[in-house]
Structures are given as structure tokens and as C-alpha cells.
């Protein structure tokens, strides 16, 4: 299940992860760093199919380390049409159990997809396959609307 929490967004609101709980599906990607080569081309990628997500009853959610400041540049400058979320302690990171990389130098990039439920059907853990996130994410979002669909006929 997704561990309930609370993080402030790009823009300094506090994001709660229960007011999706049971209303949409989730899709959590912890990435390491605002503005580095590999975080932007995944954080842009998320951006450019993020309608289809939304088509498809799915919330994006990008979280790291940064303050609110660094992410409020880092969506501005690349346009990102989703939610950035700050979680400097790596507390929400810790719970997720994201690992690090590169001997515990560099934070972990891993997604989560979860369920209308909360639950976590889904994880993928690549540091350097930055777009496959995204694409993994999508056929499972895809996926799980499709069972939702047949389950409800």
C-alpha cells in the first residue's frame, strides 16, 4: 500500500496523498535531482504524455530531495504539467524504500504505479533507462483501466 503523507509542492502547498486514495490512480516517481541530464529528459517525457495519464484516470507525481524553490524552477523551465513534490528529509522516500545507487552517493529512481486503492501493483527501479518509466508506468495504467473495465461488464 501507499504510506500515507504529506509534501509540499512546487508551489508551497501541502500535497496529501489520501485525498487521491480511492479516487484515482497513482503514478509516485522518485528521482534524484532537479536539472541533472537524466532527471530532465525522464521529468519531460512524464510531461509530454502526462494527458494520456490523465485520460486514463492516472495522477503523476514527481518527488526528490530538493526545496520547493528548486522545483518550482525546475517545472517552470521545462513546462511540467504535474505535481512536484519536496521531500528533503527523504522521509516519504524512506518509507517507499526507494534504494540508493552508485554505493548510497546518489539517490534511487524508481516508479510506482498503485491502484485506485492505494495499493502498489507496480514498481521499476532503473537509474538510466529514464523513459521507460514513464512507458512502463503507461501499459500499466492502461492495463489496469482495461480490467477495470471488463470487471465492471
Not at 513546462?79 to 534504494?99: A, H, I, M
Request: glycine share 6%; aromatic share 12%.
Amino acid at each position: 500500500m501507499i504510506p500515507d503523507f504529506s509534501l509540499p509542492d512546487q508551489d508551497g502547498k501541502m500535497f496529501h496523498i489520501r485525498d487521491f486514495i480511492g479516487k484515482k490512480q497513482l503514478v509516485i516517481f522518485f528521482y534524484p535531482k532537479d536539472g541533472s541530464l537524466y532527471c530532465t529528459r525522464e521529468a519531460c517525457y512524464f510531461r509530454d504524455i502526462n494527458d494520456v495519464f490523465a485520460e486514463n484516470d492516472a495522477v503523476v507525481i514527481g518527488i526528490s530531495g530538493q526545496s520547493i524553490d528548486s522545483h518550482k524552477e525546475f517545472a517552470e523551465m521545462n513546462q511540467l504539467n504535474y505535481t512536484l513534490l519536496s521531500d528533503t528529509d527523504d522521509l516519504v522516500r524512506k518509507e517507499f524504500g526507494v534504494p540508493s545507487s552508485l554505493f548510497g552517493l546518489m539517490a534511487g529512481r524508481v516508479t510506482y504505479v498503485a491502484d485506485k486503492s492505494g495499493k502498489i501493483v507496480y514498481i521499476f527501479n532503473s537509474q538510466t533507462k529514464v523513459q521507460k518509466h514513464a512507458d512502463e508506468a503507461l501499459k500499466i495504467i492502461l492495463l489496469l483501466k482495461k480490467t477495470s473495465i471488463t470487471s465492471e461488464q
